[in-house]
């Protein structure tokens, strides 16, 4: 399974949009890119995923160069309410769809 | 509909007992996950239960780990002799993956503390 990285952490100000990067060089061809949110005392929850290019919804939008080695999170305009860890996945949709967790991004939104 | 549900919340225990933390999954969802979640960690992989049988319990850390899933819905996750490096949050997750499109639903955890 192809290992991430991604920043400890990150601070932002409310209304900012917040771009948060992952690398993931290992990638492999049946792998998709998944982001998790985590609010302390919950589990985590699902944002969004992709294979290529961009994908967005209603929370978010997820930018994957054609190189897939990387990825970013994008979250439009935050507030206080987005301060959580949020979790870059690589996992293979193929197979047992086991995810390895890293230990995430900590994002901060401040007023 | 209702998501996922795992009983009990909070668990407090004695070095050495045995505690079982039970996981129902999202109606309809064949597959289920169990994770383990330390301070300041991300989920850590234990086992992945497609229908009844385990497909992949290769996280379990040591044979005291043992998880069930006997009619392909409830999950019991169960920790014999347990230690106080077991204290943790146990989280369970469902899944019905369709296609190349795999979204796991996790419910609130059970934290365990091991006195």
């Known amino acids: 399974l192809a290992k991430t990285t991604q920043p400890i952490s990150m601070d932002s100000y409310e209304g900012q949009e917040v771009n948060i990067t992952c690398s993931h060089n290992?990638?492999?061809?049946?792998?998709?890119i998944t982001w998790y949110q985590q609010f302390p005392s919950q589990g985590p929850r699902f944002i969004i995923q992709?294979?290529?290019t961009k994908v967005t919804n209603e929370v978010a939008s997820l930018f994957i160069p054609a190189d897939r080695k990387s990825s970013t999170l994008s979250l439009p305009r935050v507030s206080l309410s987005d301060t959580a860890v949020y979790y870059c996945?690589?996992?293979?949709?193929?197979?047992?769809?086991?995810?390895?967790f890293g230990t995430g991004t900590r994002l901060k939104v401040l007023a | 509909g209702a998501g996922v549900s795992q009983t009990p919340s909070n668990k407090v225990t004695e070095k050495g007992k045995y505690v079982e933390l039970r996981c129902d999954p999202i109606?309809?969802?064949?597959?289920l996950y169990w994770y383990r979640q330390s301070l300041g960690q991300g989920p850590e992989f234990l086992i992945y239960?497609?229908?009844?049988?385990?497909?992949?319990d290769s996280g379990l850390p040591n044979d005291r780990f043992f998880a069930v899933r006997p009619e392909g819905s409830v999950s019991t996750l169960k920790i014999q002799r347990t230690e106080r490096g077991d204290s943790a949050v146990y989280l369970c997750?469902?899944?019905?993956?369709?296609?190349?499109?795999?979204?796991?639903?996790f419910g609130p955890g059970t934290r365990l503390t091991v006195l």
């Open positions: 997750a469902s899944s019905s993956p369709r296609g190349s499109y795999n979204e796991q639903f």
């Open positions: 290992n990638i492999a061809t049946n792998d998709y």
């Open positions: 992709g294979y290529k």
């Open positions: 996945l690589v996992g293979d949709s193929s197979g047992t769809y086991k995810y390895i």
């Open positions: 109606s309809g969802h064949t597959a």
């Open positions: 239960f497609q229908g009844t049988g385990a497909a992949d």
